[in-house]
């Protein structure tokens, strides 16, 4: 099926070090989502885009609509242990297709 | 706590069997969606279903069935089982039909199939 390139693939990280991630494509969508994953457990939602150049925070979270519509950022500030697991990037095409499409995921892993 | 349940948590059963994935979503939400996540894999779409009608397919195999109920809650039907079929099984909902809308993930259900 269809996937969204994401990157990292994954990163070890210090505490309180800063981390970034971004999905890639080269369709455009209109729509990203960013999602975090614990082991075992299902996506939690963090960030919704809705506009190509939004920025938009979640405390130590800000997510970034990339301006060609086809990318997406996610930065992650001061990072904390509890921040471990996998993000994934959910992007909804310009198509017009009723589905989303996830990202391979960036799996991290922050160092105490 | 998303507000999205699914049962059951575990599932295992043997090759060629046929179980029956529920899930109930959050209050006021009439989309459901259906993924698979493999191991270290990421989210596979099935299928959507909005206020009881199929709205969208995705890579559902033809042995994988769903369907939503009048009061809203989804059922996933999966036959034939094949050991690759063994993954976790999420259902997301959300309040309209198009993915304009934020969906919320339950916490899934992990099928192993021997």
């Known amino acids: 099926g269809q996937q969204l390139n994401q990157s990292p693939q994954s990163m070890f990280i210090q505490e309180g070090e800063d981390v970034s991630m971004n999905c890639t494509s080269s369709?455009?969508?209109?729509?990203w989502l960013w999602y975090k994953q614990d082991p075992g457990e299902g996506p939690v939602l963090l960030i919704a885009?809705?506009?190509?150049?939004e920025l938009t925070s979640n405390g130590r979270l800000t997510a970034q609509f990339g301006i060609t519509r086809k990318d997406s950022f996610l930065n992650i500030s001061a990072s904390i242990p509890s921040d471990v697991g996998i993000y994934f990037c959910?992007?909804?095409?310009?198509?017009?297709?009723?589905?989303?499409?996830f990202g391979t995921g960036t799996r991290l892993k922050v160092l105490a | 706590d998303s507000g999205v349940t699914q049962t059951p948590k575990h599932l295992i059963t043997a090759t060629g069997q046929r179980v029956t994935l529920r899930c109930s979503p959050r209050?006021?939400?009439?989309?459901v969606y259906w993924y698979q996540q493999s191991l270290d894999q990421g989210l596979q779409f099935l299928i959507q279903y909005y206020n009881g009608e199929e709205r969208a397919k995705g890579n559902i195999l033809e042995r994988f069935s769903a369907q939503q109920f009048p009061d809203l809650h989804s059922e996933l039907n999966l036959s034939s089982l094949e050991l690759g079929d063994s993954a976790l099984y999420f259902c997301?909902?959300?309040?309209?039909?198009?993915?304009?809308?934020?969906?919320?993930f339950g916490p899934g259900t992990r099928l192993t199939v021997t």
């Open positions: 959910a992007g909804q095409l310009a198509s017009g297709t009723y589905k989303y499409i």
């Open positions: 369709s455009i969508f209109n729509t």
């Open positions: 997301a909902s959300s309040v309209g039909p198009d993915a304009l809308y934020e969906q919320y």
């Open positions: 209050s006021g939400d009439l989309s």
């Open positions: 885009l809705y506009k190509a150049g």
